[in-house]
Every structure is written in C-alpha cells, then in structure tokens.
C-alpha cells in the first residue's frame, strides 16, 4: 500500500536530475576533457618517408629523399632530414616532421651544453643512439610518442656504427638499417650485395644507396626524386643536398607491371 498516495503526497522521482541508467553523474565544476587521453602526435599530418643506412669498409652512409608529405599530398618538398650532430654522428628520422624538428632543437641544445660544459666528451654516434632510445622511451611511457623512426650513423670507439631507434624506444645495430618502406625493399638489396661482395667500398655502397633510393622512389607514393646523402668517415661527416634521382629513372618499365590497373 502505497501511504504517501493515500494522504495526498507526490513522492519525488528517484535521482531527480540524474543520469540515464548506465551513464555517469556529471558533477558541477569538473571538465570531462581534462581527463580525454591526449593525441599529441597520434595523427602526424606532414609526414616523411623511407631512410636508408649502410656501413662500408671505413665508414658509413645515410641516404633520405626531402619531401614533406601533408597526408597523401606531395606537399613540402625540399625538407631536409639528415643533419650533423657532431663530427663523429650523424641523425636522420623519418616520420612525424614536427616531431623531428623538435628532437633536433634538443639535441642542438644538448651538444651546445656539453661544449660550454668543458667536461663531456664529443658526443659520438653510439652515445647518440643510447640518449635517444631513452628520450623516446620516455615520451612513449608518457603516452606522448614523438612519431620518429631515427636512423643514427657515425663513430663508435673509432669504429663506423649504424643504429635504429623507433617511437616506442625499440633500439638495435646493424650494418644496414632502413626505416619505413625501406625495411621491406632496401634491406633485401643491401643483404644480397654483401653476400656476393663481402666488404663494400665507398663507391660501391654509394651507387648501392641510389639504386635503393630509386626503388623506393617507383614503388613508394610518398617518396620524392631529390634527396640527400650523409657520408661519415673517420675524416668527418660530408653531407650532399639536392642531389635528383630524376636523369637516372625511366617510367617505361610501368608497361610491365600487370595485376594493378
């Protein structure tokens, strides 16, 4: 029996006010969007592609196209990714262009403070690698990766070394490293050579460098004509800009491609 409707009274809806079943109270004063996951860089809107690195018989040798893609757009096109850090490293990333101009500004002010320093030792490729795996490790377990695939190249204990470092923080060394479509194209070629030559000269690993370059630049939408290539030897670093991959390339050979169209 219901008592209150016997004497008249209404009695008050449960939770006036409140939320549909299954859903949460909203509180005054608190913003939902403070507690949102952030996206920094989940969406990288310009982008760069594929980086190719191999180590020859007294040093080693960077190769990366400059075009900035703005989606699928072939927006930007003299980018620069490859810079000398010191005279015995040398970095070059694909990925987020934002991101690589970030790490870049950092860097620079890491080895302006080792100089002014006085006590820290020329920072090398190896102890290059090392930082970097730990700063985008970091940023990962932040939930705020910097969008990178960082190929390092340079000098270690007087020895060439060639390393790669991604978004997560995964970190290895080898003789060839690639990043993006190069991983897929580059390496094989690179692997094949070695395996028919041994020891690589200079000339040799740069004319196998622009064979990778041009490869990629048939098969890979979001690579470009011109590129850059980064020689690092005991000597220093030599970095070569607006070089065209253009004069070497014909597109005849679309007339053999079948299962596309």
Same mark, same amino acid.
């Given at each position: 029996?219901?008592?209150?409707?016997?004497?008249?009274?209404?009695?008050?809806?449960?939770?006036?006010?409140? $939320?549909?079943?299954?859903?949460?109270?909203?509180?005054?004063?608190?913003?939902?969007?403070?507690?949102?996951?952030?996206?920094?860089?989940?969406? $990288?809107?310009?982008?760069?592609?594929?980086?190719?690195?191999?180590?020859?018989?007294?040093?080693?040798?960077?190769?990366?196209?400059?075009?900035? /893609?703005?989606?699928?757009?072939?927006?930007?096109?003299?980018?620069?990714?490859?810079?000398?850090?010191?005279?015995?490293?040398?970095?070059?990333?694909?990925?987020?262009?934002?991101?690589?101009?970030?790490?870049?500004?950092?860097?620079?002010?890491?080895?302006?403070?080792?100089?002014?320093?006085? =006590?820290? $030792?020329?920072?090398?490729?190896?102890?290059?690698?090392?930082?970097?795996?730990?700063?985008?490790?970091?940023?990962?377990?932040? =939930?705020?990766?910097?969008?990178?695939?960082?190929?390092?190249?340079?000098?270690?204990?007087?020895? $060439?070394?060639?390393?790669?470092?991604?978004?997560?923080?995964?970190?290895?060394?080898?003789?060839?490293?690639?990043?993006?479509?190069?991983?897929?194209?580059?390496?094989?070629?690179?692997?094949?050579?070695?395996?028919?030559?041994?020891?690589?000269?200079?000339?040799?690993?740069?004319?196998?460098?622009?064979?990778?370059?041009?490869?990629?630049?048939?098969?890979?939408?979001?690579?470009? =004509?011109?590129?850059?290539?980064?020689?690092?030897?005991?000597?220093?670093?030599?970095?070569?800009?607006?070089?065209?991959?253009?004069?070497?390339? /014909?597109? /005849?050979?679309?007339?053999?491609?079948?299962?596309?169209?």
């Amino acid at each position: 029996m219901d008592v209150g409707r016997m004497f008249g009274e209404v009695a008050p809806p449960l939770w006036s006010g409140g $939320p549909a079943p299954g859903g949460f109270y909203s509180f005054p004063g608190t913003n939902n969007k403070q507690h949102e996951t952030k996206t920094h860089t989940m969406y $990288p809107s310009t982008s760069g592609t594929s980086v190719v690195g191999l180590v020859y018989d007294g040093g080693v040798m960077l190769g990366a196209d400059t075009l900035g /893609s703005y989606g699928s757009l072939a927006r930007f096109r003299n980018v620069e990714r490859t810079f000398k850090v010191t005279d015995k490293a040398v970095l070059t990333c694909s990925g987020d262009i934002a991101d690589y101009q970030f790490i870049r500004e950092v860097i620079e002010q890491k080895v302006r403070d080792d100089e002014i320093s006085g =006590f820290t $030792p020329v920072l090398n490729a190896g102890a290059l690698h090392c930082w970097l795996t730990r700063v985008l490790y970091n940023r990962r377990s932040r =939930f705020d990766p910097l969008w990178l695939e960082c190929v390092v190249a340079g000098f270690k204990d007087d020895k $060439p070394f060639l390393g790669y470092v991604d978004k997560i923080g995964t970190a290895f060394e080898a003789q060839e490293v690639a990043s993006g479509f190069g991983m897929h194209m580059a390496i094989p070629m690179i692997r094949e050579a070695r395996e028919k030559k041994g020891n690589l000269t200079r000339d040799d690993a740069r004319k196998l460098l622009v064979d990778c370059l041009k490869v990629l630049y048939y098969r890979d939408c979001r690579a470009h =004509f011109k590129y850059q290539v980064a020689d690092v030897t005991a000597e220093g670093v030599k970095i070569e800009n607006d070089l065209n991959l253009k004069p070497d390339t /014909s597109w /005849s050979i679309a007339n053999f491609v079948r299962g596309y169209e």
